[in-house]
């Protein structure tokens, strides 16, 4: 028996790096994970060969309303219920220099669209797919919404616009939306990496020559499950930094060692 049997679990941004690491844990611990990347992301459907018959892609853009809708109906239908929420789709500031750790892009060079894309994809998909979930996971009495995030640093590291203020942003709502739901059964909480990851966000090979040294994605699984099961009842409001997580100790120990308050408080 898993920690995760019977649970559905909707997994943006699925097709590589951390969301793909956590689908594969996820359903080792027994869930059924909805992988939801872009329509013409190609890796999605080679994740799912890997991962067998308890992933299910789904093509969506969720920086759309629409799109957000479809997904939700997606997991009721072919999955059978939804659980738990990972917002983890994303881009990063590769998209705008693919040496900006060590040539930082100032804000005044960005061109509109930039700050634009960034927030439709880091903040307002975050955004919109929990308020898709959140009428379903409220009914049940029951739910988990989990967003990654960044690290504090990282918020407000020099040359880091648009990326750090769109994970700022959606740490705050995250904050709210764990208050919005409280008594509801539903929790929200934050779960970051602790450093720069090793996915394709991470292009500058100046700054990050060993890419060995980064934070492995499978970090982010033993975390991620915990949050997800029934173990995490109550919490709620909190974030929690996969690198700090300790396996060698009992999953709720290792979460309170790990964890701190969302936000800035």
Known sequence: ??????????????????????????????????????????????????????????????????????VVAHALEAAGGLHVLIN????????????????????????????????????????????ACAPHLIAQGWGRIINVTTSYVTMILRGF?????????????????????????VTVNILVPGGAANTRMITDSKRYPDRAALVQPPKMVAPAVWIASNQSDGVTGRRFISKNWDESLPPAAAAIAASAPAGWR
């Open 88 to 131: 983890n789709a994303g881009v990063g500031m590769q998209e705008i220099n693919t040496f900006n750790s060590s040539d930082p892009t100032p804000f005044w060079k960005l061109e509109p669209h930039q700050w634009r894309r960034m927030f439709d994809n880091n903040t307002t998909s975050q955004y919109l797919m929990a308020r």
């Open 161 to 185: 616009t648009p990326y750090g203020p769109s994970k700022a942003a959606a740490e705050a709502h995250s904050v709210i939306m764990a208050s919005d739901l409280e008594g509801t059964g």
């Open 1 to 70: 028996m898993g920690v995760l049997d019977s649970k559905i679990i909707v997994v943006t941004g699925a097709a590589r790096g951390l969301g793909k690491a956590m689908s594969e844990g996820l359903i080792a611990a027994g869930a059924t994970v909805v992988g939801v990347d872009l329509p013409d992301e190609a890796e999605l459907d080679r994740a799912a060969e890997a991962l067998g018959r308890n992933f299910l892609p789904f093509h969506a853009d969720v920086s759309g309303e629409a799109a957000c809708a479809r």
